[in-house]
């Protein structure tokens, strides 16, 4: 059984730093989709960043040259991490993992950041 489970998050000033970490369990960094997603208050999921098996890896604008996803395969852990926070990356950050070819996706807890002076 897959388990995900998140830590880094907290509270930051605005133009702060952070680091998600991502533990999961089993060696599926390196053969799974592994991603990032958020939710905010009032607002849909959505796909933050993701990196595939390959390194391939793909960002939502909304975070492009300030986020940074990577994993290492040796901890099966995936880390973000998150530069020039802004107020409206405040959400709940969630990992996922995605065998590949398929739409079954495992999802953590969550961990929540909040971005506010």
């Known amino acids: 059984q897959v388990q995900l489970v998140e830590s880094g998050g907290g509270l930051v000033q605005p133009g702060g730093s952070l680091r998600l970490s991502c533990a999961a369990s089993?060696?599926?960094?390196?053969?799974?989709?592994m991603g990032w997603y958020r939710q905010a208050p009032g607002k849909q999921r959505e796909l933050v960043a993701a990196?595939?098996?390959?390194?391939?890896?793909n960002y939502a604008d909304a975070v492009k040259g300030r986020f940074t996803i990577s994993r290492d395969n040796a901890k099966n852990t995936v880390y973000l991490q998150m530069n020039s926070l802004k107020p409206e990356d405040t959400a709940v950050y969630y990992c996922t993992a995605r065998r590949p070819g398929t739409n079954i996706y495992h999802w953590g807890r969550g961990t929540q950041v909040t971005v506010s002076s």
């Open positions: 990196v595939d098996s390959s390194g391939y890896t």
């Open positions: 089993g060696s599926i960094v390196m053969l799974y989709v």
